[in-house]
């Protein structure tokens, strides 16, 4: 298969590669630039744990095609993190107890954030639609609510 070339801003860093038109957004991230924190759940946008965004909007990273990315720019769990000091919602997260095996965190987290980009204040119910793609086996959403809304306060 033919490479092509695609430019995007990942992590507010400029990445300029060839690709093969077929790779997913969440291979790539994974397989060829090692940012290994978004997890590959199911594979096919049912669970949510592969969840980045996408020009500020939170989408399932392993329905993205590499090539759909290119001029846009896309942020990763790992960029919550800056200079040591956790997102405000990461920490809250911990506060509120919402992390048991962590699988489904990283997709959690980042459907959160798309949702306080566009919605710094929002309601409880406006937070289960925003989670509702993200599925935990773990903790149930009890505590995942409460530190999305604890991340507002």
Partial sequence: MKKMKIQFMLNEKSVSMDIDPETTLLALLREELFLTGTKEGCGSGECGACTVLMDG????????????????????????????????????????????????????????????????????????????????????????IAAVEGAVD
Avoid: W
């Fill in 57 to 144: 909007v939170a989408v399932n990273s392993c329905l993205v095609l590499a090539p759909q990315i290119n001029g846009t720019e896309i942020i990763t769990i790992e960029a919550l993190e800056t200079d040591g000091k956790l997102d405000q919602l990461q920490q809250s997260f911990i506060e509120h107890h919402a992390v048991q095996c962590g699988f489904c965190t990283p997709g959690m987290l980042m459907s959160a954030k798309a949702l306080l980009l566009k919605n710094p204040r929002p309601t409880q119910e406006e937070i289960r639609i925003a989670l509702s793609g993200n599925l935990c086996r773990c903790t149930g959403y009890q505590n995942i």
